[in-house]
Structures are given as structure tokens and as C-alpha cells.
């Protein structure tokens, strides 16, 4: 069973900075795609960016310019850099990985932006 774990969520200002970690407890090598959603209450879970086969990237148009998705297979974890957040982009951030053509989901981490 694949596990997932996000960290570095928080309470930030309009115009900071964050970096979500997500470490997964197997090599990350083999995956073929990794990914960071949201969920901001009372709405859907929404994709905010995917690398698939460590190659090419996707990012949400509202998070283009501002997030950056990335890997270290080395650590078997998988980031995202968030810069510029707006107070829209409060939310619980999950991390998705497919592997084997099975999901695996973290539990996710509440980032809030307010001043």
C-alpha cells in the first residue's frame, strides 16, 4: 500500500510564500504521474498541477506563473512551491499519485491565506 504525506501547509499573508512537501513511501521513479489538487469548503476538489513521467507539467490557469511543481526522487518526495498566494487560494491541498493505474491520496494540508 502506497502512503502519502503532506506537510507545510499554514497561515499566510496575501503576497507569501509556501512549499508543500509530499513524501511517498515508495520509490518515486516508477510513477507515472504525481500531482497537487485542492479543496476549498463547499466546493470540488480541483487539479492544481501535475508532472507526468517527470517530463512535462500542467498547472490550473489561476495558479499558472505563480506555482511550480517538482520532484526529488532521491527524497521519494514530491513539491510544491506556491508564491504570490491570494486569498482565493485558501484550501486543503492534497497530493495524488497513479501507479500500477491505481490513485493514492495523502490526507491533505490546510493552507489559509489572510491578513
Known amino acids: 500500500q502506497v502512503q502519502l504525506v503532506e506537510s507545510g501547509g499554514g497561515l499566510v499573508q496575501p503576497g507569501g510564500s509556501l512549499r508543500l512537501s509530499c513524501v511517498v513511501s515508495e520509490s518515486i521513479f516508477r510513477i507515472n504521474l504525481m500531482g497537487w489538487y485542492r479543496q476549498a469548503p463547499g466546493t470540488e476538489r480541483e487539479l492544481v498541477a501535475v508532472?507526468?513521467?517527470?517530463?512535462?507539467?500542467n498547472y490550473a490557469d489561476s495558479v499558472k506563473g505563480r506555482f511550480t511543481i517538482s520532484r526529488d526522487d532521491a527524497k521519494n518526495t514530491v513539491y510544491l512551491q506556491m508564491i504570490n498566494l491570494k486569498p482565493e487560494d485558501t484550501a486543503v491541498y492534497y497530493c495524488?499519485?497513479?501507479?500500477?493505474?491505481?490513485?493514492?491520496w495523502g490526507q491533505g494540508t490546510q493552507v489559509t491565506i489572510s491578513s
Open positions: 508532472m507526468v513521467r517527470g517530463f512535462s507539467t
Open positions: 495524488k499519485v497513479i501507479l500500477n493505474s491505481k490513485d493514492y
